[in-house]
């Protein structure tokens, strides 16, 4: 079975794009609320990080 363009204008269950916007954009508000932010690394654990990096920069 195709569908016209008419047919899914008119079609009940079919939302509009400012509607659908309004809606996404809703989630993503809520879900910015609730996803906490990562806690910080250890100054000591920031620092084996930034030398793993260095010597696989220097190995390539």
């Known amino acids: 079975m195709t569908m016209t363009m008419t047919q899914i204008d008119t ?3 079919q939302i509009d794009h400012k ?3 309004y809606i996404c954009d ?5 879900l910015q609320q ?3 932010p ?3 690394l ?3 654990l920031q620092q084996l990080l930034d030398e ?3 010597r696989e920069n220097d190995r390539h």
């Open 34 to 36: 609730s996803i906490r």
């Open 19 to 21: 509607t659908c916007r």
């Open 11 to 13: 079609d009940p269950d």
């Open 42 to 44: 250890s100054s000591r």
């Open 26 to 30: 809703a989630v993503g508000e809520r």
């Open 38 to 40: 990562e806690p910080a």
């Open 52 to 54: 793993m990096h260095r």
